[in-house]
């Protein structure tokens, strides 16, 4: 294994058995739901964000009493939401203070050029700063997040608390303003018994690290008070290095709106959603009884290798109290949100085969993870495209488990998915950056590169992007 392209496991713990959760500390539950603090534009132009980020090693109190050191953005995990428009130019300077280690800024999603992307080939050493500055094109209004992508080092310095939230707003809304608009990220924590994070295990490496708790902004089952008959706009991120989110909201109503690139054109009624790592959802959810309402868990199965799998049913994220009075009316949801505009007929088709491999290093035993049979090497191309070519992509997982693909530098359209032997086209038309492929799947979607450079594909599972399920394609103008 250790002769396999990419497989460096030096900056990997990795001890046989996953820490034991520490029972005796226990999380603070309750607590009003908490708006993440803006990140404050230093400019005084219009229609120029300027601002500092740094990563840096901090602490935080998760349980009572109990210090725990975390990586984070200017002092918070999350970090700081930038907020920002379309036609906005953004300048961002970044600082690593993460000793001894490499980091990057990688803007999740964001039609950013090539070398302003945060790739692992484009390393900011520790105690080093860069300015990372890109334009906000029309269209690109979504919700977008960042986060390192450092080689060998991206999961740990994301489970440690490295994520923010960027959010990108038209200068027009369709969405009423009455419904607000509630960011939602999801993390999770494992925290060993003297309040430390413990390192990856084996059992991480296989399987991705899925913690002990699920915080919701930072928070554990935090509070949102509503009154009878409002509609709430939530933005859901699932910012967790591994864990897949099938949520449902009791008997609150739930209306689909967006996904990863923004709106879609019309809303979509759901009973539930499963959101994996990643991903992003933007739901109204309409409250029409009084009473407790809790954004729950649904047991999904993405598939486990060995023992520990986690019982990821029947966790509550979220408890919204419905007053037994109303406010003012709400206004009703456009019944079209905007138009998105069909790719065209692909003029290349491409396949992208997943798979995994287990075996004796001179470690112990080791896990690799492989796109068309080949480990992620950082010199070498697996794809050249050319800007602007509407590319079909086989995405087929042949692997024990679901993978979360992602393409860095656009937006594709899933067309449909083919599982043992039954095609299912795309419940709708939307923009995404990150799709599941489950376990036996083919998932087939219509991309274009827009920006030449090189730029990454990758399993979102971070230990299996880290393991070798990522890739680079230089796009050529």
Same mark, same amino acid.
């Given at each position: ?44 132009? =219009? $229609?120029? +964000?300027?601002?500092?980020?740094? %990563?840096? !090693?901090?602490? #935080?109190?998760?349980?009572?009493? /109990? ?95 490295? =994520? $923010?939230? +960027?959010?990108?707003?038209?200068? %027009?809304? !369709?969405?009423? #303003?009455?419904?607000?608009?509630? /960011? ?58 591994a864990r897949f989110l099938k949520l449902f909201f009791g008997a609150a109503t739930m209306t689909v709106i967006g996904t990863d690139g923004g709106l879609l054109e019309a809303p979509v009624a759901v009973g539930d959603v499963l959101l994996a790592p990643a991903e992003r959802l933007e739901l109204v959810v309409s409250f029409d009884r009084p009473g407790e309402v809790k954004l729950e868990t649904l047991a999904y199965e993405r598939g486990w290798m060995g023992p520990g799998k986690p019982d990821d049913s029947g966790l509550t994220l979220l408890t919204v109290n419905v007053a037994s009075e109303a406010d ?150």
């Amino acid at each position: 294994m250790n002769a396999m392209p990419g497989m460096d496991h030096s900056a990997h713990g990795m001890p046989a058995h996953p820490a034991k959760p520490a029972a005796s500390l226990m999380l603070k539950e309750g607590e009003a739901l908490r708006d993440l603090p803006r990140l404050a534009n230093e400019s005084t132009d =219009a $229609g120029l +964000f300027r601002a500092r980020l740094a %990563a840096a !090693p901090a602490t #935080a109190r998760f349980a009572e009493g /109990v210090e725990t050191p975390v990586l984070a953005y200017n002092g918070m995990s999350p970090g700081p939401l930038i907020e920002a428009f379309e036609g906005d130019r953004i300048e961002i300077d970044f600082t690593n203070d993460i000793p001894g280690e490499d980091s990057t800024i990688h803007w999740h999603g964001m039609p950013v050029p090539a070398d302003q992307d945060g790739n692992p080939m484009d390393p900011v050493v520790a105690g080093a700063t860069r300015r990372y500055a890109f334009d906000l094109p029309a269209g690109s209004a979504a919700s977008y997040w960042f986060h390192p992508h450092p080689h060998g080092r991206t999961a740990e310095q994301v489970y440690r608390g490295l =994520a $923010g939230i +960027f959010l990108v707003k038209p200068k %027009a809304d !369709p969405v009423p #303003a009455a419904y607000g608009d509630t /960011v939602l990220v999801f993390t999770d924590l494992r925290l060993a018994a003297d309040g430390s994070i413990p390192e990856n295990s084996m059992m991480d490496l296989m399987n991705g690290r899925v913690g002990d708790h699920v915080l919701v902004n930072g928070q554990k089952n935090p509070v949102l008070d509503v009154p009878l008959g409002a509609k709430r706009r939530f933005r859901l991120f699932n910012a967790t290095n591994a864990r897949f989110l099938k949520l449902f909201f009791g008997a609150a109503t739930m209306t689909v709106i967006g996904t990863d690139g923004g709106l879609l054109e019309a809303p979509v009624a759901v009973g539930d959603v499963l959101l994996a790592p990643a991903e992003r959802l933007e739901l109204v959810v309409s409250f029409d009884r009084p009473g407790e309402v809790k954004l729950e868990t649904l047991a999904y199965e993405r598939g486990w290798m060995g023992p520990g799998k986690p019982d990821d049913s029947g966790l509550t994220l979220l408890t919204v109290n419905v007053a037994s009075e109303a406010d003012e009316p709400m206004p009703p949801l456009p019944e079209k949100l905007r138009a998105i505009a069909a790719l065209g007929n692909a003029t290349i088709n491409r396949r992208f085969v997943f798979t995994e491999k287990m075996g004796m290093g001179a470690s112990g035993m080791e896990m690799g993870f492989f796109i068309n049979d080949v480990a992620f090497d950082m010199k070498r191309v697996d794809v050249t495209a050319r800007v602007g070519e509407v590319e079909l992509w086989e995405v087929i997982n042949k692997a024990d488990m679901d993978h979360p693909f992602h393409v860095h530098g656009t937006q594709f359209q899933v067309v449909e998915h083919e599982r043992d032997g039954k095609v299912s086209p795309s419940a709708y038309r939307a923009w995404k950056d990150t799709v599941n492929v489950a376990k036996g799947e083919t998932v087939r979607l219509l991309l274009k590169q827009d920006l030449p450079g090189l730029r990454m594909y990758h399993c979102h599972i971070l230990e299996h992007e880290q393991l070798g399920m990522m890739g680079i394609v230089d796009v050529t103008v």
